[in-house]
């Protein structure tokens, strides 16, 4: 039996198929703690902190209202699937 994050850590997985897992963990935090009302923002600051470390010299490491808007549209299938998952799971946030 799997537990509740483990869960939504492969539901996620599932939807996003070309994240890393560090990457996902965060982006399950953000299914727990904000579920359906997860925004643009909260994915890119969760990618900040995964690129942080991973890529600490990336250009888009800038708070989110800096960014382009069609770079912030980049963030919008990871917050439809942290979302997704969230409603599918039932999760109150």
Aim: with cysteine; proline share 4%; aromatic share 6%.
């Amino acid at each position: 039996m799997s537990t509740y994050v483990e869960q939504v850590i492969d539901a996620l997985a599932a939807r996003l198929p070309d994240c890393e897992a560090d990457l996902i963990r965060l982006y399950a935090l953000l299914a727990l703690s904000k579920g359906g009302a997860t925004t643009l923002e909260d994915v890119h600051h969760a990618w900040s902190l995964w690129c942080a470390t991973d890529r600490p010299g990336h250009r888009s490491i800038v708070p989110f209202e800096q960014l382009a808007a069609e770079v912030q549209e980049l963030d919008r299938p990871y917050a439809e699937a942290i979302r997704a998952v969230a409603t599918e799971l039932r999760i109150a946030a």
